[in-house]
């Protein structure tokens, strides 16, 4: 089983946008209040996802519309976060090593990647607007 290896960073600029490509509206919302974090990828009929977020899923929903940017032989992933987080934009990136090189973006701010705040699960529970 391969392990995934993510750091995540604050965008301090908009200079991304220019290389920006893929945007995806995304709804995500948990079911539990547990610090245990599964996470399911699979397909289910989209009647049923929004009929789940709406009526089972704690608020607020996290919402966000979702970029990749090449830079260097990566692709980062920029969350824009709208609702109750809105002005929040994180960038992540996927690596192959803990102690992999990859370049560092203009628009490429703080670590926060062990900072709990910045997981979706805690910004359900504490948004970004209340900070």
Known sequence: MSV???RKFL????AWRDTAHA???LRQGYLNNETRCSEFEYEIPISDAHKMLDTLCRKPLIEK?????D???HT????VFE????GLMVAEIELDHP??????PSWLGEEVTHDVRYYNTSLSRHPYKDW
Do not use: L, M, T
Not at 76 to 79: N, P, Q
Not at 83 to 86: L, R, S, V
């Open 4 to 6: 995934e290896i993510e």
């Open 11 to 14: 965008v301090v600029n908009d």
């Open 23 to 25: 945007a995806q509206h």
């Open 65 to 69: 519309v979702r970029y990749h940017v």
């Open 71 to 73: 830079a260097g032989r």
């Open 76 to 79: 980062w992933e920029i969350d």
């Open 83 to 86: 609702g109750d987080n809105a």
């Open 99 to 104: 102690v992999e090189a990859f370049e560092r």
